[in-house]
Nanobody, 113 residues
Framework: VQLQASGGGLVQAGGSLRLSCVASGTRSSLSLMGWYRQAPGKPREFVAHITNLGGTNYADSVKGRFTIARDGAKNTVDLQMNSLKPDDTAVYYC????????WGQGTLVTVSS
């Protein structure tokens, strides 16, 4: 399984960005796809995930601001990020599990104050 993430960039505080991740290499519907992030000098942390049935879970720090959605048939997952804060600055990674964990290459999100 390969994961390709896109959509990062530079945005001012209060702005929005949409990240996308496409999984390839399998015709099966991946049961769980999610996003993690890693800020400079900090460990990687969970952001959100979504099951192939549409069940979602969010980190407390992003609840009400971020929305995760997916197209299960295409194994794509998007993360709509609104009301961005400087603390959201990080490299965002797409992740899935298919026998083992797979990670995308990461996409940088920078939120300026």
């Amino acid at each position: 399984v390969q994961l390709q993430a896109s959509g990062g960039g530079l945005v001012q505080a209060g702005g929005s960005l949409r990240l996308s991740c496409v999984a390839s290499g399998t015709r099966s519907s991946l049961s769980l796809m999610g996003w993690y992030r890693q800020a400079p000098g900090k460990p990687r942390e969970f952001v959100a995930h979504i099951t192939n049935l549409g069940g979602t879970n969010y980190a407390d720090s992003v609840k009400g601001r971020f929305t995760i959605a997916r197209d299960g048939a295409k194994n794509t997952v998007d993360l709509q990020m609104n009301s961005l804060k400087p603390d959201d600055t990080a490299v965002y990674y797409c992740k899935t599990t298919y026998g083992r964990e797979y990670w995308g290459q990461g996409t940088l999100v920078t939120v300026s104050s």
